[in-house]
DNA sequence: AACGTACACTTAT
DNA sequence: ATAAGTGTACGTT
């Protein structure tokens, strides 16, 4: 199949998406917008609806590398919740500087949502602008506070 | 194929 | 504050 690709906004910047009726193959943050539609879902998450972009599927899932089983572990931090670099490399039996690594290299955020992933005492890092890792963190905050009390 | 090095970390001085 | 430990991937030989 095809692949697509098309971006939305997210605050100040565009969420550009690369994607195929299976998974996304690639989704990176920008300054700039790019023409063509996203996946229904992350077009809710940006607007701040509280969907949960991990449902969808990533290729970057199903390899039978290290990064990949990293990747599967992230998937299961749930919206609105955050893990440790230390965790999430226990879970997986490799240590916290590789999953530093996995992040930084996660073709597609968001799906893998690497944004909740933060250090043991501190926010850690996000390419290209850790104020979109605050912004997401936030605004998941934000959400499930909506979720539960049903307002605001 | 081996080697060096770069890291979105962590823990102990 | 700073240093040592860490595992993987990736670029150079």
């Not at 955020?109 to 602008?129: K, N, Q, Y």
Request: glycine content about 10%; aromatic content about 8%; some cysteine.
């Amino acid at each position: 199949m095809e692949i697509v690709s098309g971006s939305c906004r997210f605050g100040l910047w565009y969420v550009h998406v690369w994607w195929n009726d299976t998974a996304v193959q690639r989704l990176r943050f920008s300054t700039t917008g790019l023409a063509g539609e996203v996946p229904p879902l992350i077009r809710k998450y940006c607007a701040g609806q509280p969907v949960d972009c991990s449902t969808l599927d990533s290729f970057a899932l199903h390899e039978e590398s290290m990064y990949s089983r990293i990747y599967r572990a992230v998937r299961d931090v749930t919206y609105g919740t955050t893990a440790t670099y230390g965790e999430i490399a226990e879970k997986v039996g490799t240590s916290p500087r590789v999953v530093g690594q996995a992040m930084a290299r996660n073709p597609t955020p968001l799906v893998i949502p690497c944004h909740r992933i933060v250090a043991a005492h501190g926010i850690g890092g996000f390419s290209p602008s850790v104020e979109i890792k605050e912004a997401l963190l936030a605004m998941e905050k934000k959400g499930v506070h909506k979720l539960l009390l049903g307002q605001n």
